[in-house]
């Protein structure tokens, strides 16, 4: 398997990635595209022509983004809809009520550490939100995505990851004690096994995934951290000689993976700076590097079969 390289850098921005890139006549769909990196992932595809659909919980913020990208990108269709990745109904009623071939989905949408709490369905809320609304919406918008042709799903991961494996007997921290570091790892490992697998089953379909690393970046994402805490990492980051990526850095390598001719028919990877990640024992300076249980077969193919039978009794 060939790396895939590029001529970007950490400090490129989503804006100079699609450069000279038409989308013309694509639609897209960009989850959490009211803050942080999402805006800007939704500003660059609009800038490049596609029509783009902001999923989010806030409908307001989201319209406030909608007409931020109408006054920058002259020409841009930008739409707002309502979808609550930790309700099973919302993104049911989202996914039915799409109409279209659907070219980009862009899994964006995420919560980070948060304290413990959980779904109706008693599910943590972390590994709901960033993993099983995900998986739930890109198989209710499968046919949409064969339908485009070369359609391409960006499963927003983090080095997170490292923090943790899925841990199988114990997705819901029922058993043991709840520790937020570990469902986020937990929850951005799912991410990446979502890519490995969707690329697996539906390569037949002209559908390709990718998991991204966008970088160090402060947004709203860290809003659960204790000050301190955030203070302190902040402190340790700017000692370290690393330097934080802004948001329109940061969206660059969501924008890479679903728009760039280098991953045409490519997928099950985990990028960071507009490029493949190199897989390590651990992850290096907490940035950089993709732990190999997040890209194994195996693994992302139970998941896939343990996150359907999750689905499947949530319905019933």
């Given at each position: 398997m060939n790396a895939i390289t590029s001529p970007f850098t950490a400090a490129t921005t989503a804006l100079e990635v699609i450069e000279g890139i038409d989308l013309s006549n694509r639609t897209a769909i960009v989850t959490g595209g009211a803050s942080g990196i999402g805006v800007e992932t939704a500003r660059a595809l609009a800038h490049a022509g596609s029509d783009v659909t902001i999923a989010v919980r806030d409908v307001g913020a989201g319209q406030r983004v909608a007409e931020d990208i109408g006054r920058t990108s002259k020409g841009a269709v930008v739409q707002v809809r309502a979808l609550d990745l930790a309700d099973l109904a919302s993104v049911d009623r989202f996914a039915d009520d799409w109409s279209g071939p659907l070219h980009i989905l862009v899994n964006n949408a995420g919560i980070m550490m948060t304290p413990e709490l959980r779904t109706t369905l008693g599910w943590e809320l972390q590994?709901?939100?960033?993993?099983l609304g995900h998986a739930a919406l890109a198989i209710g918008l499968h046919n949409a995505l064969a339908a485009a042709g070369g359609a391409r799903i960006v499963s927003v991961s983090s080095s997170g990851h490292g923090m943790s494996d899925i841990v199988y007997d114990d997705l819901f921290f029922q058993r043991r004690p709840y520790d937020a570091g570990h469902a986020y790892g937990q929850s951005k490992t799912a991410n990446v096994l979502l890519a490995v697998e969707a690329t697996r089953r539906w390569a037949e379909d002209?559908?390709?995934a990718n998991a991204v690393m966008?970088?160090?970046?402060?947004?709203?994402?860290?809003?659960?951290w204790d000050p301190e805490v955030l203070a302190a990492t902040k402190a340790q980051v700017a000692s370290a000689g690393l330097t934080a990526k802004t948001p329109e850095q940061g969206a660059a390598t969501s924008v890479f993976a679903a728009t760039s001719p280098l991953l045409r028919s490519i997928g099950g990877r985990y990028l960071e700076d507009c490029g493949d990640a190199e897989i390590v024992p651990e992850i290096i300076d907490g940035v950089y590097g993709v732990r190999p249980y997040a890209l194994d077969a195996a693994n992302a193919?139970?998941?896939?079969?343990?996150?359907?039978?999750l689905l499947r009794d949530a319905r019933r």
């Open positions: 590994f709901a939100t960033n993993h002209g559908i390709t966008p970088g160090g970046i402060w947004t709203n994402l860290q809003r659960y193919e139970r998941l896939w079969d343990v996150s359907l039978e």
